[in-house]
């Protein structure tokens, strides 16, 4: 249940990409942000996993907060330090 609103909101997050990037620099570059996005992705997830294995044990598995939830959980943390400077940072020293 938790994966799916992470998930949810990671495809939330690319739309916003995709749709500012296109807006600003062209449908090729729009495109070439998700599939950087895509890769950002694949490549945390795949260490956080490893990590959200040695920090959880095993007897505190439930239906709604696995091994995965806790490495997707994980993952949110430098994603959105790599959305902030990837997209955000300048939008928002031009508005101030």
């Known amino acids: 249940m938790v994966e799916i609103i ?3 909101s990671h ?3 690319w739309l916003y990409a995709f749709t ?3 807006q600003n620099k062209g449908i090729k570059n729009a495109l070439l942000s998700i599939l950087i996005l ?3 992705f694949i490549i945390i997830w795949t260490i956080t996993s490893p990590l959200a294995q040695l920090i959880m044990p095993d007897k505190l598995k439930s239906i709604y907060f696995t091994k995965d939830t806790l ?3 994980l ?3 430098p994603e959105s330090i790599f959305y902030y400077f990837y997209f955000l940072k300048d939008r928002i020293k031009t508005r101030y």
Request: glycine residues 6%; hydrophobic residues 95%.
């Open 71 to 73: 490495a997707l959980i």
């Open 6 to 8: 992470i998930f949810f």
């Open 38 to 40: 895509g890769f950002i």
């Open 11 to 13: 495809i939330v997050a």
């Open 75 to 77: 993952l949110i943390f």
């Open 20 to 22: 500012f990037v296109w």
